[in-house]
Nanobody, 129 residues
Framework: QLYFVESGGGLVQPGGSLRLSCAASGFRMDYYAIGWFRQAPGKEREGISCISKLGGITKYADSVKGRFTISRDNAKNTGYLQLNNLKPEDTAVYYC??????????????????????WGQGTQVTVSS
């Protein structure tokens, strides 16, 4: 089976930080662009960031720009999302996924999850005082 394993979520106070990881299982991550998504209760899954295969291009949704940073370590087959200055509205389950079509990431702003696969179970991020 081919999928990601996300980790690093938790409960944090507003203004706090977390670092999420997603480890690829069963495939080489450097063949794929990576996207991070989140889904809050009662809402659709939304794309928040993506990174090209070699990490040279990154994209962010306006809602997280300047606060979140995406990165990857292909040698470790792992992607990362640094979350800073967290807000209660960032509360959601966070997922990563992969697309072999790099244009899905680099040619558009993060948005709908179409074109991505290898979804994991996600990691819960809760921002609350």
């Amino acid at each position: 089976q081919l999928y990601f394993v996300e980790s690093g979520g938790g409960l944090v106070q507003p203004g706090g930080s977390l670092r999420l990881s997603c480890a690829a299982s069963g495939f080489r991550m450097d063949y794929y662009a990576i996207g991070w998504f989140r889904q809050a209760p009662g809402k659709e899954r939304e794309g928040i960031s993506c990174i090209s295969k070699l990490g040279g291009i990154t994209k962010y949704a306006d809602s997280v720009k300047g606060r979140f940073t995406i990165s990857r370590d292909n040698a470790k087959n792992t992607g990362y999302l640094q979350l800073n200055n967290l807000k209660p509205e960032d509360t959601a389950v966070y997922y990563c996924a992969a697309t072999i079509v790099e244009a899905v990431c680099v040619d558009r702003q993060p948005g709908a999850p179409e074109g991505y696969g290898y979804w994991g179970q996600g990691t819960q991020v809760t921002v609350s005082s």
